[in-house]
T-cell receptor
Framework: SQQGEEDPQALSIQEGENATMNCSYK?????LQWYRQNSGRGLVHLIL?????REKHSGRLRVTLDTSKKSSSLLITASRAADTASYFC????????????FGKGTRLSVIA | GAVVSQHPSWVICKSGTSVKIECRSL??????MFWYRQFPKQSLMLMAT?????????EQGVEKDKFLINHASLTLSTLTVTSAHPEDSSFYIC?????????????????FGAGTRLSVL
């Protein structure tokens, strides 16, 4: 069953603006990951944040995690048209060999 | 590194025929691969976990006789949609974990194939 819920479901911004996507989940987790999917393609892993971490950066990406609220956010700064894609959060209850549970995703459109 | 190849990328078949989809890890070994189904503008629904050398673990509601999974080697898993019907039309995506990576968290990252779009007429 789907655990994560992203909002907004769709987001349209101008190039250069920042894009913020949120994800909520229901059960306890070991880590939370964000993936990106271009239309009709597979997913690409972006960033992983552990349950004992609160914030993580990777290039133009910033991820926060609030385990008390069971929520995470993904911020993409200085967005580019090439950032247009769907973004999914995925949670894992345990480390290692457990399936990921994906949220419903946010469809981001960056207009040049 | 960490490339997963999925083939075919697109298949059209007649109702009643079977379709096999291959998922290969090209530069790493994967004891575990996952098969997902995705409807347009929706999220990924896990169908089954494919374990090398053993039977696949299917999610609730997924017919194991309908979706046959074989994981005969550390680099190949196949999904066969048997007696396909129009309602089986969907986007199927596989993913794999790299067993050689150090650290349980690193092993938790999944590498995805590009997906297979199945259209059943």
């Amino acid at each position: 069953s789907q655990q994560g819920e992203e909002d907004p479901q769709a987001l349209s911004i101008q190039e250069g603006e920042n894009a913020t996507m949120n994800c909520s989940y229901k059960t306890s987790i070991n880590n939370l990951q964000w993936y990106r999917q271009n239309s009709g393609r597979g997913l690409v892993h972006l960033i992983l944040i552990r349950s004992n971490e609160r914030e993580k950066h990777s290039g133009r990406l910033r991820v926060t995690l609030d385990t008390s609220k069971k929520s995470s956010s993904l911020l993409i700064t200085a967005s580019r048209a090439a950032d247009t894609a769907s973004y999914f959060c995925a949670t894992a209850r345990n480390s290692g060999n457990t399936p990921l549970v994906f949220g419903k995703g946010t469809r981001l459109s960056v207009i040049a | 590194g960490a490339v997963v190849s999925q083939h075919p990328s697109w298949v059209i078949c007649k109702s009643g025929t079977s379709v096999k989809i291959e998922c290969r890890s090209l530069d790493f070994q994967a004891t575990t691969m996952f098969w997902y189904r995705q409807f347009p503008k929706q999220s990924l629904m896990l169908m089954a976990t494919s374990n090398e050398g053993s039977k696949a673990t299917y999610e609730q509601g997924v017919e194991k006789d309908k979706f046959l999974i074989n994981h005969a080697s550390l680099t190949l898993s196949t999904l066969t949609v048997t007696s396909a019907h129009p309602e089986d039309s969907s986007f199927y995506i596989c993913s794999a974990r790299d067993k050689g990576l150090a650290g349980a968290l690193a092993k938790n990252i999944q590498y995805f194939g590009a997906g297979t779009r199945l259209s059943v007429l």
